[in-house]
């Protein structure tokens, strides 16, 4: 019979048995047997001859779960890897975690849209920061945070630079007043707009072409409890989004960017 034994072990089953049945005392066992006295004491200690499990027993959750929602709509809104997504999450958040504990609580990969070339590899295939995505999303807070709010964001796909704003109210001139504030803030040319199936982004601009994205189902972001308790830095709803885009265009070089931020990858290419 083929019998695993841990790789550092230095008894086998049966000098295991022989341990817990004899009388000897663990001194003359140590010297009997050629190991240590803590060994012998060990497995005189012990009703079972096999090794123990190494895996814990109880796997503790480091997030809780609205925060778990809460960073995979962020990695959506950004569309970012693991390693952008970990800075956004302990120095835009607030929330302390490893990068093997976001892993393991990220959506499957497979439940996700699959990206589009960005930054070097965009330009070298011939593909121009001359579009910005717009998207929508309501937001179900708790009544501490205001109740349902709406966020809209736009994000330019090439070099990932977005514009987000959280409103507690929506209307049309409102979109459009937001949608003049992203074009005058973002450093690329654009020239088109695509848009998400939403009747509140069915407007137009003078001069941009205006497409429609596939149709694609965003459920409500529903949160319990109250973002103060989520989120270490919290702010009020629309000044959290601002400051988080405002860390992702300029807070961390990416290396698909050429060791720039959004915001200074975009400057350089108009310049």
Avoid at 242 to 268: D, I, M, S, V, Y
Wanted: net charge positive; glycine share 4%.
């Amino acid at each position: 019979m083929e019998i695993k034994l841990h790789a550092n072990a230095t008894t086998t089953p049966r000098v295991r048995r022989y341990l817990q049945q004899s009388d000897k005392s663990d001194r003359e066992l140590a010297k009997e047997l050629g190991i240590s006295v803590t060994t012998v004491r060990r497995w005189r200690n012990r009703e079972q001859i096999a090794d123990r499990h190494t895996t814990p027993h109880v796997v503790h959750k480091a997030m809780r779960s609205d925060q778990i929602s809460l960073v995979n709509a962020l990695r959506d809104t950004l569309n970012a890897p693991l390693d952008e997504l970990l800075f956004m999450v302990n120095e835009g958040l607030g929330i302390t975690v490893s990068r093997a504990t976001l892993n393991r609580y990220l959506a499957p990969a497979h439940q996700r849209q699959k990206a589009a070339a960005q930054g070097k590899k965009a330009l070298k295939a011939g593909i121009s920061p001359n579009t910005l995505t717009l998207h929508y999303r309501l937001l179900s807070l708790t009544m501490d945070d205001g109740g349902d709010h709406h966020l809209l964001w736009a994000r330019e796909p090439v070099s990932g630079w977005c514009h987000a704003r959280v409103y507690s109210g929506i209307s049309l001139p409102l979109v459009k007043n937001w949608l003049t504030e992203a074009l005058t803030l973002c450093p690329a040319d654009i020239q088109c707009l695509e848009t998400e199936a939403v009747k509140w982004l069915q407007t137009e601009l003078p001069g941009l072409v205006v497409t429609q994205q596939t149709p694609r189902e965003r459920s409500t972001l529903a949160l319990t409890e109250p973002l103060k308790t989520l989120i270490p830095a919290a702010d009020e709803p629309d000044a959290l989004v601002q400051r988080l885009c405002e860390l992702w265009n300029t807070g961390k070089a990416q290396k698909k960017l050429g060791e720039c931020t959004p915001q200074a990858f975009l400057e350089a290419l108009r310049r």
